[in-house]
């Protein structure tokens, strides 16, 4: 039998015990698939990272990311935190942990940007490796069903629920109100009828909630459920954060801008996260998505495989 060691870490928060938690195994070679996926499901996070060395010496590491129960080629939270734990290291796999690093995974390369205080990382930004992808939308009686919503709380002004990703697809819902978000419920029999017709080949049906704020149209509060992934709630969801900001900037009317959304999730799991998003939009399209947040340390060990 092998060890790992492994750092936990809160995602998307300055404070630990609150935001999206993380585990992150610092060196996954010697580790096969079904080892990585049984670690990810022993830590039960939404996500747990593998860091491997790259491919490509000019980069500076490869990443696997598992949900409790499958491998995703991208998602935010996951690359924020170990951008994060990275970070706190002088080096890594023998090259120097410099400021801007490069992942390589499934979904393409990421580019991430250490940030900084007092000499310290407490932050990271990624930039998503693909620009927003809009795919079909899912009828509203569908995705109310789902949730245990009427059809009259889900807000269709702006936009039908659609499928919309920057690496990892999502259904994006905007809700009517608050409330409306507080109520909302999973059935997981129904998000298994769901996914017959509307998942995607990366991820099993999962659905991003959020409601703006009435004085900031890009101050935004949501909810993620991925029940079918064995989420039945995730408190921070950077991937979906990223695609729905660059949704909404692509429905701006302005045809260029720089568009700063802040996004706040997992309040109604008591464990409140902050995401922030910057969309580039240029000739009518956005391009780059970046996302950054803090993170908080929590635990480290090692873990048998």
Do not use: W
Not at 121 to 144: F, Q
Not at 235 to 262: H, Q
């Amino acid at each position: 039998m092998r060890k790992a060691a492994f750092v936990t870490v809160d995602v998307f928060t300055g404070e630990r015990f609150t935001g999206n938690p993380l585990a992150v195994i610092l060196d996954a070679r010697g580790m096969s698939d079904e080892d990585m996926q049984n670690v990810a499901a022993e830590f039960g996070y939404s996500e747990s990272t593998f860091i491997l060395p790259p491919d490509d010496p000019a980069h500076h590491a490869r990443v696997r990311i598992f949900t409790p129960v499958t491998e995703v080629p991208f998602a935010g939270h996951p690359n924020v935190g170990t951008a994060y734990v990275i970070g706190q290291r002088s080096e890594i796999f023998g090259k120097p942990v410099a400021d801007r690093l490069v992942f390589e995974e499934k979904a393409g390369l990421v580019e991430v940007t250490l940030q900084r205080q007092d000499g310290r990382v407490t932050a990271a930004a990624i930039r998503a490796p693909k620009a927003l992808e809009v795919g079909s939308t899912v009828p509203v009686e569908v995705v109310a069903t789902c949730l245990s919503l009427e059809p009259s709380q889900i807000r269709t002004a702006s936009h039908l629920p659609c499928m919309a990703s920057v690496g990892l697809a999502f259904v994006m819902v905007e809700l009517v109100d608050l409330a409306a978000l507080a109520a909302a419920r999973t059935d997981r029999s129904l998000f298994e009828k769901a996914r017959e017709s509307h998942a995607t080949p990366e991820n099993d049906f999962p659905v991003f909630l959020y409601v703006r704020d009435p004085s900031h149209p890009f101050r935004l509060r949501a909810r993620m459920f991925a029940p079918l992934d064995n989420v039945p709630e995730d408190p921070a969801t950077g991937s979906a954060s990223g695609a729905l900001a660059a949704l909404l900037a692509s429905l701006d009317p302005r045809a260029d801008g720089l568009f700063e959304v802040m996004i706040e999730q997992g309040v109604e799991m008591g464990r409140r996260s902050i995401i922030r998003v910057t969309v580039e939009k240029r000739d009518g399209k956005p391009g780059s998505v970046v996302i950054s947040g803090e993170s908080a340390a929590v635990m480290e060990g090692q873990i048998a495989f």
